[in-house]
């Protein structure tokens, strides 16, 4: 979208005094926001915003009135402090605080991470293969990096990738010591342990070639966050752009084919993508393209053998798979290997040596079936329990015979397991220990199945303690999130435990909005559909009354991100279903941050949302939008957190939502805004910090159904 819309005439004031002050509270009011006229004119209606002050981040005024806020929900929630506490030592109690990753093998070395007793951070090793390519325990083990000292000095701190060279002698890592979620390009030396000067920023992701002295990455736009340049780097050398994604609604993204012979190029919008190939012995090359980009065509590739299998949504909305010459890729010459299935959506497809995997989703289920190439059979791993989530997991090496899978259910702790790719046999490698004893025959999960009001079957997970009485007296959490395509996972949760120990119901709502039951369920749930995954949420909410697993004055609900917009969403539409609301970094300003192009991930979300310079997607999304939609009315108790280096959804959607919320609502009710003056969209950085966050969390809604220990 261009900087200037012409469509639009904007009419902006901005009169704000140096001295007028930025909210006023004292310690047994909320902090009132101060108001400031603010106007702009959008298609033809005259739009007022009297919170646009408090996007200015490096306003003092701005700061401390989020300071405030937390400084009240710090005095509000004394009363809870000792439970938030008892709450973070049950959870810490239960993990197991020196921990190691399952290895897996990259090359001749085994790659894992591990975790010290009291760290935060975890440290990340190898060790060289034994025997036959084996893991050797007693093989000595060399420490790659140890985030803990890494993370020194910085109040928040992530990798997020290392990208091991082909020779495996040297190491790229990713590194965020903001949450904003822009990452630094370092190189690592792993046989002097010494970094080298070549470096870069707002890198999101890094492929080497196999000369172990080139790499690829794709820079984001400083200001828009969108991933749209590739860059080539010879170590010692400064970069060179090799391509630059023109289109706003596309981001890029590039890899390393399993096999190692191909430097893959993605390109991709919510509607169309592309691919393009590079010989990975040929850094200076050229890429090619593998189908091109056509409007509406989504497809993904994987290279072995010279043949190019690709999933495809052409001729099928749910996917299909396809092999191709790579040569010669197009449809005239493509076979059939998965034929298209309304009811089943082909997600993920990994190609190995002798096997190739095919990663499925029908009725909010994975499964993964493995083609054995050698006899033409097909193997199926699926699971007995009634709603579980099971992964794929990386399987580095291209001659594996092992598929490595994540599998956990809502009573299952989280599982790593081997798939033999010939026999279909599991392998459990490593399941999480709950520290202290766990018992899962105490608890039950259970699928149940909702109609929504125009006739959609929507799917429920949930878990209980068993003994829980149904006669609408038990408390309950209702959790979803419904946008982007992406699932609602049935996971198992250590933090849990402790809401389930004190007879909490948990329910997590595979909604639309989510491909939780094929790619249809998003397009149901997107553009000038997304109230569907509203009124799912809200018809999920009222079966679960009607059916007596809980009451309105017993249900709390909880959502993050666009999880968030739906929070805010469905109290505006229904405000007396709910008892109290957890809106974690929620997207709630939608109207204001569709608008404003220049802002982080706007553009890209068109195709997701609507472009708001359409008269029709702009007056849909206005109907809608949290901010927009407040009114003079009784709103249950809501817990808002948010991070001020937010870089998905800015801090100050939840501040301006909060103040404009508690400016209107007529009820007496805690309204609360927690910002993370540290962090980003994630939340805190290291694992107890995360923990002590997740626990005032569950301390306040648990204080919501009036329980206090």
């Known amino acids: 979208m261009p900087t200037q819309i012409p469509a639009i005439l904007t009419a902006l004031t901005i009169a704000m005094s140096s001295t007028l002050p930025a909210f006023a509270a004292d310690s047994a009011a909320p902090p009132v926001a101060a108001t400031a006229a603010w106007q702009e004119t959008r298609h033809g209606d005259v739009v007022t915003d009297d919170y646009r002050w ?9 700061i401390a009135y ?17 439970l938030a506490d008892k709450l973070f030592a049950e959870v810490k109690g239960r993990m197991q605080e020196v921990d190691l990753s399952v290895p897996a093998r990259i090359g001749n070395y085994y790659y894992y991470t591990r975790f010290e007793a009291g760290k935060q951070y975890p440290i990340n090793c190898r060790r060289p293969a034994g025997a036959r390519l084996a893991y050797d325990d007693k093989a000595p083990e060399e420490i790659l990096l140890n985030q803990n000292e890494m993370a020194e000095g910085h109040k928040f701190f992530a990798v997020a990738g290392t990208f091991v060279s082909p020779d495996g002698a040297l190491m790229v890592y990713l590194t965020d010591t903001t949450g904003f979620r822009q990452f630094e390009l370092h190189v690592k030396d792993l046989r002097t342990g010494k970094l080298l000067p070549d470096s870069a920023p707002r890198v999101t992701s890094v492929a080497w070639a196999l000369d172990n002295k080139t790499i690829f990455f794709v820079q984001e736009d400083a200001t828009t966050k969108r991933s749209d340049r590739l860059f080539r780097m010879t170590l010692g050398s400064a970069p060179v752009e090799v391509y630059h994604e023109p289109v706003e609604q596309f981001s890029v993204q590039v890899e390393t084919s399993r096999d190692g012979k191909f430097i893959m190029l993605d390109m991709g919008a919510t509607d169309t993508s592309e691919t393009r190939l590079l010989a990975a012995d040929k850094p200076l090359g050229a890429f090619r393209t593998v189908l091109g980009r056509e409007k509406g065509h989504r497809y993904g590739v994987e290279h072995r053998n010279g043949e190019l299998f690709i999933t495809t949504n052409k001729d099928a909305r749910n996917f299909r798979l396809v092999r191709a010459p790579l040569a010669t890729p197009g449809p005239a010459h493509w076979k059939e290997l998965v034929r298209h299935d309304k009811a089943v959506m082909v997600r993920e497809v990994d190609a190995f040596r002798d096997f190739l995997v095919v990663m499925e989703k029908s009725n909010a289920l994975n499964r993964a079936r493995i083609y054995n190439f050698k006899n033409k059979s097909w193997k199926t791993v699926q699971f007995d329990d009634p709603v579980y989530m099971a992964t794929r997991m990386r399987t580095p090496a291209y001659d594996a015979t092992s598929y490595r899978m994540a599998y956990q259910s809502p009573v299952t702790p989280s599982t790593v397991l081997d798939v033999d790719m010939a026999s279909g046999a599991r392998t459990v490698l490593k399941r999480v220990e709950v520290v202290g004893g766990y018992d899962a025959s105490r608890f039950e999960s259970r699928r149940l199945w909702v109609t929504a009001r125009d006739g959609a079957r929507v799917p429920l997970s949930a878990v209980y303690k068993k003994g829980v009485k149904f006669d609408g007296s038990a408390p309950m959490l209702l959790t979803s999130y419904g946008s982007y395509g992406i699932p609602t996972e049935a996971n198992f949760s250590i933090g849990r ?20 039951m094929g790619q249809a369920w998003h397009d149901d749930g997107m553009l000038m559909k997304k109230k569907n995954t509203f009124y799912d949420f809200i018809d999920a909410a009222d079966f679960l009354v009607k059916e007596k697993w809980t009451s309105p004055n017993r249900l709390v609900i909880q959502g993050g991100s666009a999880g968030g917009l739906l929070m805010g ?28 192009a220049t802002l982080p991930l706007t ?28 009114e003079r009315k009784a709103y249950p108790a809501m817990l808002v957190t948010t991070g001020l280096n937010d870089s998905q959804v800015m801090y100050w959607e939840p501040a301006k939502y909060v103040a404009k919320l508690r400016a209107h609502k007529t009820d007496s009710n805690q309204l609360l805004l927690k910002t993370n003056m540290g962090a980003g969209h994630g939340g805190a950085s290291g694992r107890y910090n995360a923990v002590k966050e997740g626990a005032f969390n569950m301390a306040w809604m648990l204080s919501q159904w009036g329980i206090k220990e």
């Open 54 to 62: 408090l996007q200015k981040k490096d306003d003092p005024k701005v």
């Open 66 to 82: 989020l300071n405030a806020e937390n400084a009240y929900t710090e005095a509000v929630t004394a009363d809870i402090a000792p």
């Open 497 to 516: 435990l402790s809401l389930l120990e004190r007879g909490v119901i948990v329910v997590q709502a595979h909604i639309r909005g989510g491909t939780d």
């Open 569 to 596: 969403a469905v109290v505006n539409l229904r405000p007396e279903l709910f008892r109290g609301v957890h809106a974690a970094v929620p997207f709630v300003d939608v109207m204001n941050t569709m608008m404003d």
């Open 603 to 630: 553009t890209g979300e068109y195709l997701e949302w609507g472009n708001p310079t359409e008269k029709a997607a702009y007056d849909y999304m206005r109907s809608y939008s949290p901010y927009d939609n407040i």
